[in-house]
């Protein structure tokens, strides 16, 4: 028993180390594929490549996991940090029905269609679509980190980021993450179940998880647009540059600039209040997906969703 806990927890170790290296290199050089079956596998591989040599021969990079024994459920228990709370979720049993599933929700991503959807919607199925493919869960190990930068990838196709590091800065983010998305993955689930354990199981934890919120409701806190992260962060030349469409927001500001200056000439205070609200109101409108009508107009209906105070925190496998 020694023996093992100690095996595992150098396989902790090392997966860690070795991970985190390929998650960077994923980042600047990502796989750059057709976000099919063979894209999916080719970032758990990277991912996890170096762990067979590193003396768990056990660990097989880029395959899908072994199917469930008939009558039985795949599920994990997971003890959620700090608190005296059990998580309790279903997977696929990764049959050929499962296969055939996971093929089917990869061959519906269509990014040119993604692209064109303002940001509230993207996030809705970009959540859809992480919530698929966790609950199939098709590798034995990996499947956060794996999907994670697969649905990242898939985002920056699609002009948008998804920082899920967001979700790190606060030690209860983990737990958020998790329930959030444990929550979407038992309800996928519950109708495939085949053991009477499990639904009990599960049945519990959806009781006892019920309030909290959903993962694409979390998403909406990691999700902008490219161009909107361009604006707050680049100089002028270098984000039209990249994002052509944002020449009308910076000629809301020169104009707002030039306004200003006229109207406020001997007050400087009031200037930067007005220009501070200028720039409040282009940024709500970048960030919910448009590059036009940046107006601060009376009862505007509020396409965008405030952004929250970020949840935090996730380092899960």
């Known amino acids: ?54 003396g768990f021969p056990e660990v097989k990079p880029g395959q899908f996991r072994e199917p469930a024994p008939a009558g039985m459920d795949w599920v994990k228990h997971r003890q959620l ?17 499962s296969i055939a599933r996971l093929d089917d929700a990869l061959q519906q991503i269509d990014v040119a269609k993604l692209s064109r959807l303002k940001t509230t919607p993207f996030v809705r199925a970009i959540g859809r679509l992480y919530s698929e493919l966790d609950y199939i869960h098709p590798f034995p190990d990996g499947n956060s980190r794996t999907l994670r930068e697969f649905t990242r990838e898939l985002a920056e196709a699609c002009g948008y980021n998804i920082d899920w590091t967001r979700f790190a800065a606060h030690p209860n983010g983990r737990n958020l993450l ?17 053991n009477d354990q499990t639904r009990r199981s599960v049945a519990f934890t959806q009781d006892q998880l019920a309030g909290n919120r959903d993962l694409t409701d979390l998403l909406r806190d990691a999700v902008l647009p490219g161009r909107a992260i361009a604006f707050r962060k680049l100089r002028e030349p270098a984000a039209l540059a990249a994002f052509p469409e944002l020449a009308t927001a910076f000629e809301t500001m020169h104009k707002a600039e030039a306004f200003s200056r006229e109207k406020y000439a001997d007050d400087a205070g009031q200037r930067r209040e007005f220009m501070d609200a200028v720039r409040k109101t282009v940024l709500e409108r970048l960030d919910a997906g448009h590059t036009n009508d940046f107006g601060m107009k009376k009862n505007r209906p509020q396409e965008a969703e405030r952004v929250r105070s970020p949840p935090s925190g996730e380092r899960d496998r």
């Open 1 to 54: 028993m020694a023996a093992e806990t100690e095996r595992s927890e150098l396989r902790e170790r090392l997966e860690g180390f070795h991970t985190s290296k390929r998650l960077t290199e994923l980042y600047l050089s990502p796989v750059g594929g057709n976000f099919d079956s063979a894209h999916l596998r080719e970032i758990n591989r990277r991912i996890f490549q170096d762990l067979p040599a590193a």
């Open 81 to 97: 940090d700090g608190l005296n709370v059990i998580s309790h979720v279903a997977y696929s049993p990764m049959d050929n029905a």
């Open 178 to 194: 998790y329930v959030g998305r444990d929550l979407a993955v038992n309800e996928l689930a519950m109708p495939h179940l085949r």
